[in-house]
């Protein structure tokens, strides 16, 4: 669990998807060309609020598997302020772009707003539906809230995920956050989103349950 400060209910709530699903339309065969697709889709975890061009975890990823070997190219689809509603809402155009593999990193907002979490599971499991059905591979990360959110709304809220990781099978981590606690400058002054060393911390925890996902070219 976070230091209760870690949670500064700090909302961004523009909406940029459309403007960015169109962009990403755009340019998708330029990015597809060489390599098969790995597609962040999230909130501004992802899209790395108040970190500059290269600091998010989907940029860390992209070096810690260029590193490997692994010739893959990462995608950052993050939208800050995003909710799992803005999930379902994206998700003709994500499917568009025929990723090899999508990191689904939705839920924070919707716990934040203190949103019903069945609420939350359908989005989610209409998502990870969807991409079942275009066989696109699914890492799903989750996320869980501050203790003055209560008990019983928490452990609502925490279940969304691990009911999901048994519904689907994704591959899975239930706390995208979890070695950040505790680790010195980690977090933003606003409480809530990694710094560079927080989204490189991001990306490796990601990176050992992605791997089994992946596959080496010649």
Request: proline share 10%; hydrophobic share 45%.
């Given at each position: 669990m976070?230091p209760?400060?870690?949670?500064?209910?700090?909302?961004d709530?523009r909406?940029?998807?459309?403007v960015?699903?169109w962009?990403l339309?755009?340019?998708?065969?330029l990015l597809a060309a060489?390599?098969p697709?790995?597609?962040c889709?999230?909130?501004?975890?992802t899209?790395?609020l108040?970190?500059t061009?290269g600091?998010?975890?989907?940029?860390?990823l992209?070096?810690d598997?260029d590193?490997?070997g692994f010739k893959?190219k990462?995608?950052n689809l993050?939208t800050s302020?995003?909710?799992?509603k803005d999930?379902v809402?994206?998700?003709?155009?994500?499917?568009?772009?025929?990723?090899?593999?999508?990191i689904?990193?939705?839920?924070g907002?919707?716990g934040?707003?203190g949103?019903?979490?069945n609420?939350?599971?359908?989005?989610?499991?209409?998502v990870?539906?969807a991409l079942e059905?275009?066989?696109?591979r699914?890492?799903l990360?989750?996320i869980?809230l501050?203790?003055?959110?209560?008990?019983d709304?928490i452990q609502s809220?925490?279940?969304?995920?691990?009911?999901?990781?048994?519904k689907h099978?994704?591959?899975?981590?239930?706390?995208?956050y979890?070695?950040l606690?505790n680790?010195?400058?980690?977090?933003?002054?606003?409480?809530?989103?990694?710094t560079?060393?927080?989204a490189g911390?991001?990306?490796?925890?990601l990176?050992?349950?992605?791997?089994?996902?992946l596959?080496?070219?010649?």
């Open positions: 976070f209760l400060h870690l949670y500064t209910i700090v909302v709530v909406r940029s998807i459309i960015s699903f962009l339309l755009i340019a998708s065969p060489d390599r697709l790995i597609i889709y999230g909130d501004s975890i899209a790395g108040g970190l061009p600091q998010t975890y989907p940029d860390a992209q070096r598997l590193t490997r893959y990462v995608t993050g302020g995003a909710t799992t999930a809402v994206g998700l003709h155009s994500l499917l568009a772009l025929h990723p090899a593999i999508v689904v990193e939705f839920g907002n919707d934040l707003r949103l019903p979490p609420q939350t599971f359908r989005n989610l499991d209409t990870l539906s059905k275009a066989h696109t699914v890492l990360a989750g869980t501050p203790p003055n959110y209560g008990s709304y809220f925490d279940k969304v995920f691990r009911d999901l990781a048994a099978h994704p591959a899975f981590v239930p706390m995208i979890k070695d606690v680790v010195p400058a980690t977090i933003q002054p606003d409480g809530i989103h990694p560079a060393k927080g911390i991001i990306a490796n925890t990176l050992p349950v992605l791997t089994p996902l596959h080496k070219g010649p």
